[in-house]
């Protein structure tokens, strides 16, 4: 064998220093011998440190050292080669006492008869890492994968799955080790094969990602995906792998699917407009609502401005209300919004309430309301009435009664004109006030032939006073020779004097000339007559025309009427089976047209008066708590013949009856401490043959209490002011039997 020119030793020693492994070689009692520059770096101890010491000491951990002795004397003792020639990872220790792992390789050596073992040990500590690092990257990936909302595949080019994350185990409804290593082929249904092939083939072809929504079948039924699937390049740009991200938008489409059946389905108008007012969106109900005009629909509330001004203030707000002019017709709404982001724009979800009908009805309500308080003030005002009218008619029977006495009295002498006046005035007030009675009294209506002439008449008179001081010029025409009517009077009144005020209130403002014309006339057929009340005011609007006669209808301001005068007019006027219509009034202002027939429903009949004077003998009683009242009835009865007693209170007349007896009682009602009612039941006690005899006289027919009285009692009755002819018939009356 040639020389080399190295020394054995030398050429051995230079191996050793130079290995990147660290040696250690070890006689049999364990002792090392040999300790590298490899090993002084990875055990940290200097190799004249090392030399000479026990390797267990030195570099095993102690809880193996032990173990390390016991195998070493075994494999000495028996020749086991446990770890001799093998490859083998163990931890062991360093100088500083630190733990590391190491692969360790142990041969023995026979050198000049000696038993010798070299350890090769290389420090596994940056692979161990490496590894841990690689592991926890690995761990990290697969609970990315697995933790993800969404499948995530990544397949070859030939459709192979080589990734698949549990998501897409679970959305495909097989386990993992089912997908991975098969085709899509075989995993997918063939129309959603047919789909994922034709994307697949378009990302080889553009080299681009593909994104869509794909719906697919899946065991038990179906899931809709929203799929983002990519190219995967290797460092040369070639596309080795396609990858694929499938977000499960199953439940989003299906709450899609239910909002938008909830929207079109919505009896609520409801529209999306964005910050330029355009409308995203749009509801069935929100097209019925404003028709055509969805585009521009918020030019057509009537308070746009406003609208707009707190929209862009507020976020939201609930029930701003206006008017949408919708076909030339305002219509009540109400607008309720919320501020909304949607995909990165700030939205306004509206939402549009007709609330039309409930406006209306508020309006009715508020008319309601204006007519129960004029209600409240028509029963107030009857209480007034009677009071008035007791008042009133206390002091006018006494100047109508003297001043009839008077004028037999002055007849034929130069004061006889005078005493007419003064009667003529007084009856005049006396009507007024019967008829304020009739307006407010409560009872059924009597229907009894009347003269259409006088009724209207009574009531010129009754307004006659507003229409003057109102500047108001009133001229009458009366067609002569009109039958006679079957009517209530009061009633028919009643309507005359309501259209008589609505004309002058129509005019109340005007600066034009301000007449009133009444005029009455044969009708449209012979059995009919009619009233025309004409008048130059304003008219009434084309518009209303139709409603004037609707109950709660007015065109008056709040306070000025209730909208319940025509059409308790017309009212009463079908019921006596006549007409109240508006006329057409060339020149302007309104004519309201009455016309009634001549004979209509039964006649309520009627006292008949006695054909002549009461042949009067015996002794009356008057009953009246007013001195002139009293004594002017009286006066009638003496005039008739009568002895008469006048008592000023119900305890003289009780005095006078324990002492008289009398043919005739006539008693007022309305007195202080006994009033007539009270009278009448001591009557019935103490003298009930007098009960029959008497009469009662009162200016209090519109009190409840004095009209239940008199209906339960069933006397007679006289009411104030009352005249000498009354006076007869009650006389007459009471006498009869």
């Known amino acids: 064998m040639a020389d080399s020119g190295f020394r054995p030793d030398a050429l051995l020693s230079a191996v050793i220093a130079s290995s990147l492994d660290g040696i250690v070689m070890i006689d049999t009692a364990g002792k090392v011998i040999e300790f590298n520059p490899a090993a002084e770096a990875m055990f940290g101890y200097s190799r004249a440190q090392a030399m000479g010491q026990t390797i267990g000491d030195l570099i095993v951990p102690p809880q193996w050292r032990a173990a390390h002795e016991a195998g070493m004397a075994r494999y000495l003792r028996e020749g086991d080669p446990h770890v001799i020639g093998k490859r083998i990872q163990i931890e062991a220790m360093r100088a500083d006492g630190s733990l590391f792992p190491v692969e360790l390789a142990i041969a023995e050596i026979n050198a000049d008869g000696k038993r010798l073992f070299s350890a090769s040990l290389r420090d596994l500590s940056e692979q161990r890492a490496a590894q841990a690092a690689l592991a926890q990257s690995n761990a990290r990936l697969t609970a990315f994968l697995d933790y993800a909302p969404a499948a995530m595949y990544l397949k070859d080019v030939d459709g192979t799955y080589q990734v698949a994350n549990q998501f897409m185990a679970r959305a495909l409804g097989r386990p993992i080790d089912q997908i991975l290593g098969f085709p899509v082929s075989e995993i997918l249904q063939p129309s959603a094969f047919d789909q994922v092939r034709r994307s697949d083939e378009q990302i080889l072809t553009t080299g681009a990602p593909y994104v869509s929504e794909e719906r697919f079948e899946v065991p038990g039924g179906y899931r809709d995906t929203m799929a983002v699937r990519f190219p995967v ?13 499938l977000i499960d938008i199953t439940e989003r489409r299906q709450a899609e699917g239910m909002l938008r059946a909830l929207s079109e389905q919505h009896p609520v108008a409801l529209v999306i407009l964005k910050h330029d007012h ?24 009537t308070d746009r401005a406003d609208l707009l001004a707190k929209m862009a203030a507020l976020p939201s707000t609930d029930g701003f209300e206006t008017r949408l002019v919708r076909d030339g017709s305002p219509l009540w709404v109400s607008v309720s ?40 003030k028509l029963t107030a005002l009857g209480s007034l009435l009677a009071g008035v009218s007791h008042e009133l008619n206390n002091p006018l029977s006494a100047v109508i009664g003297q ?44 229907r009894r032939t009347a003269t259409l002439e006088k009724i209207v008449a009574a009531a010129v008179d009754l307004a006659d006073y507003g229409i003057r001081t109102a500047s108001i010029k009133l001229t009458t025409d009366y067609a002569p020779d009109l039958p006679a009517i079957v009517a209530d009077s009061d009633q028919i009144h009643q309507v005359i004097v309501n259209l008589l005020i609505n004309a002058q209130q129509a005019m109340q403002s005007q600066e034009a000339a301000r007449e009133i014309h009444i005029r009455t006339g044969r009708g449209a057929t012979p059995n009919t007559v009619v ?49 109240l219509r508006l006329a057409d009034t060339p020149g302007g202002g309104a004519t309201f047209v009455l016309e009634l027939p001549i004979d209509f429903g039964p006649v309520t009949a009627e006292q008949p008066a006695p054909t002549a004077a009461v042949t009067a003998n015996g002794r009356a009683l008057v009953i009246d708590d007013e001195t002139e009242v009293g004594e002017t009835l009286g006066e009638f009865l003496s005039r008739q013949g009568f002895t ?36 009448y039941r001591w009557l019935l006690q103490a003298r009930p043959e007098l009960a029959q005899r008497i009469g009662f006289v009162t200016g209090d027919t519109l009190g409840d209490a004095a009209a239940s009285f008199l209906g339960e009692a069933g006397r007679p009755y006289l009411e104030k002011p009352f005249t000498p002819a009354g006076v007869r018939a009650i006389v007459a009356e009471l006498t009869a039997g």
């Open 233 to 245: 390049r290797d460092s040369e740009g070639v596309i080795t792998h396609l990858g694929g991200v």
């Open 278 to 301: 355009q409308a995203v969106m749009a509801n069935p109900a929100f097209h019925d609502l404003v028709g055509e005009h969805v585009p521009d629909w918020l030019d057509h509330i």
């Open 337 to 376: 919004w919320r501020r909304w982001e949607l995909n990165g724009e700030t939205v306004n979800i509206i939402a549009v309430i007709d609330i039309d009908a409930r406006k209306t009805a508020e309006a009715q309500v508020a008319r309601q309301r204006d007519a129960l308080y004029q209600a409240e």
């Open 403 to 446: 001043s009839l006495m008077l004028e037999e009295d002055c007849e034929g002498t130069p004061h006889a004109a005078r005493v007419l006046k003064i009667r003529t005035a007084a009856e005049r007030c006396g009507r007024i006030v019967q008829t304020f009675l009739a307006m407010a009294r409560q009872k059924p209506p009597e």
């Open 531 to 579: 009233v025309e009340i004409i008048d130059t005011g304003p008219g009434i609007a084309a518009d209303v025309r139709n409603r004037i006669f609707d109950p709660f209808f007015t065109t008056k301001a709040m306070g000025m009427g209730t909208g319940l005068g025509l059409s308790f007019s017309r009212g009463i006027v079908e019921a006596h089976g006549g007409s």
């Open 644 to 679: 008469v007693d006048v008592a000023h209170s119900a305890a003289e007349a009780r005095a006078f009856i324990a002492e008289r007896d009398y043919r005739v009682i006539l008693s007022d009602l309305r007195m202080p401490v006994m009033d007539g009612p009270a009278f």
